[in-house]
């Protein structure tokens, strides 16, 4: 069985970090180009930042562009987000997502709030 678990997860002031984690079981990410998404309330869920299986591409959104970054640990099958200069407009549930082929697989999503 397939799953992605997010954490890190948190209330934060504007300008701090955090650093989220997503740990899969049931499949290796290293086959797997892995996504981080985020839904704000009352909004459409909207993509973060991708990287590719090999680790070697990253593509971020343009509002996260600088301050936050993706990155992989296919030895501890994680996928982490390294967000820093947080804005309260980054408050959402952040999701994982996992995707090859026909196969995507998300993740139960962890909340991150940011304060002004």
């Known amino acids: 069985q397939v799953q992605l678990v997010e954490s890190g997860g948190d209330l934060v002031q504007s300008g701090g970090s955090l650093r989220l984690s997503c740990a899969a079981s049931?499949?290796?990410?290293?086959?797997?180009?892995m996504s981080w998404y985020r839904q704000a309330p009352g909004k459409e869920r909207e993509l973060v930042a991708i990287?590719?299986?090999?680790?070697?591409?990253?593509h971020y959104a343009r509002s996260v562009q600088g301050r936050f970054t993706i990155s992989r640990d296919n030895a501890k099958n994680t996928v982490y987000l390294q967000m820093n200069s947080v804005k309260p407009e980054d408050t959402a549930v952040y999701y994982c997502n996992a995707k090859t082929g026909w196969n995507l697989y998300w993740g139960q999503g962890t909340q991150v709030t940011v304060s002004s």
């Open positions: 990287i590719g299986s090999s680790g070697a591409g990253t």
């Open positions: 049931g499949l290796f990410i290293s086959s797997y180009e």
